[in-house]
């Protein structure tokens, strides 16, 4: 009697224990992406060559250097495959507006920004920031935020159960930390940018 009540039972014990598993992994790779794209904005605010005479100049080598810092402290989430992180430089233009001044992608996941590409409020006011409705994060005079956004497709441990799980996506801002120089990104090394058209 207690074989058979164990029999019926373990299917039910089994859905319990593999989607509290499943459940488990998926909350600890939210909490990493999250963690993530605070480190990928806080080390793209601290970008660019220190210089005593003029204002930080950034360059596409130490973007790509941003990118490749996120892949390998993300290990064993394979974000080229898997994911894809947008660093947006947000500033003001020469109207006083908020505009998306240079936009850089890595990874290959199918995902565009949720607030604009680069180029985004160019001229005039119309554009709010970026970030929620009502909640935009702004860019003052003779700085920028770093805006990063970061969509991760989740790999199921069980794919033979159903969880709606979907993918995950975060967002992390930070004010970039010295006097930097905002008119362009540099390119005196001479690599492959990382554009959002690839």
Known sequence: MALVEFAMVLPFLMIMA?????LTNYAITVKRVGELGVMVSDNASRMGAQSAINNKPISEAEINDVFIGADLQASGLNLAANSRIILSSLQLNSD??????WQRCFGSVAYSSAYGAQGTGATGTGF???????????AAAGTAVMFVEIRYRYKRLMPLFWLPLSDITETSAFNVRDSRDLTTVYNTENVTASTCSA
């Open 18 to 22: 593999t989607s509290a598993l499943e």
């Open 96 to 101: 006083g507006g908020q505009t998306i001044k």
């Open 128 to 138: 709010a920031g970026m970030g929620p409705t009502g909640k935009q994060l702004k």
